[in-house]
């Protein structure tokens, strides 16, 4: 009888860990299935917390600059509010890989999201060409082109009753800069002084 339960017990706990270790796997390739199709990466603060000294990452024979030096690009404050590094890592286009920061700044509900990526050059970039030829309806938004000193293209996309919506820049024909506002309508009508905070500047 105590063989019996012995045996049992020793069957018990293999089967136990087995199937930890296919749950492990499993959460793995999931893990690297989610990565691979996310346009923008989980928080990560291994990433958005290491201080780098390499300016610039090889990725897939483009020289990127490093996720985390991204931030370099964005300033300490926006209308009185605070950079909260949220995301920063590589991830994947139609095109190629690309690297990528998110920050944001908000207080009491009032929200402006950041999004930085560096893709090398605007052939990596998918929606480039919509800089130039943006849809001439879009329920609901207004589509205006923004008028940008040299080496900056965009537009701005805006919902005028709840005053909120997104400006799309590609920068120096390799960054994109992406602004979502909720609750600045006063942004609508100085985007300017917004974008040229962000310093791309070498």
Not at 58 to 84: S, T
Not at 111 to 125: A, G, H, M, N, Q
């Amino acid at each position: 009888m105590k063989i019996l339960l012995f045996i049992t017990f020793i069957v018990i706990v293999l089967s136990s860990c087995d199937s930890s270790e296919v749950d492990r796997l499993n959460d793995k390739n999931d893990t690297s299935q989610i990565n691979e199709n996310l346009s923008e990466l989980k928080i990560n603060n291994d990433v958005v917390n290491n201080d780098n000294k390499d300016k610039v990452i090889n990725v897939e024979g483009k020289e990127l600059i490093a996720p985390n030096r991204l931030f370099d690009f964005y300033p300490e404050k926006i209308l009185g509010l605070n950079l909260e590094k949220s995301s920063s890592g590589n991830t994947r286009s139609g095109l190629g890989r690309y690297t990528t920061s998110t920050g944001v700044y908000e207080k009491n509900g009032r929200l402006i999201k950041v999004r930085i990526s560096d893709y090398f050059d605007k052939e990596f970039f998918p929606d480039y060409q919509l800089m130039f030829d943006m849809p001439k309806k879009d329920p609901g938004f207004i589509l205006t082109k923004l008028d940008l000193k040299d080496g900056y293209i965009g537009f701005m996309r805006w919902e005028e009753n709840y005053k909120f919506g997104y400006i799309s820049i590609f920068v120096k024909n390799r960054y994109h800069l992406l602004i979502d506002i909720e609750g600045f309508p006063e942004i609508k009508n100085n985007y300017k002084e917004i974008i040229y905070k962000f310093n791309f500047e070498d």
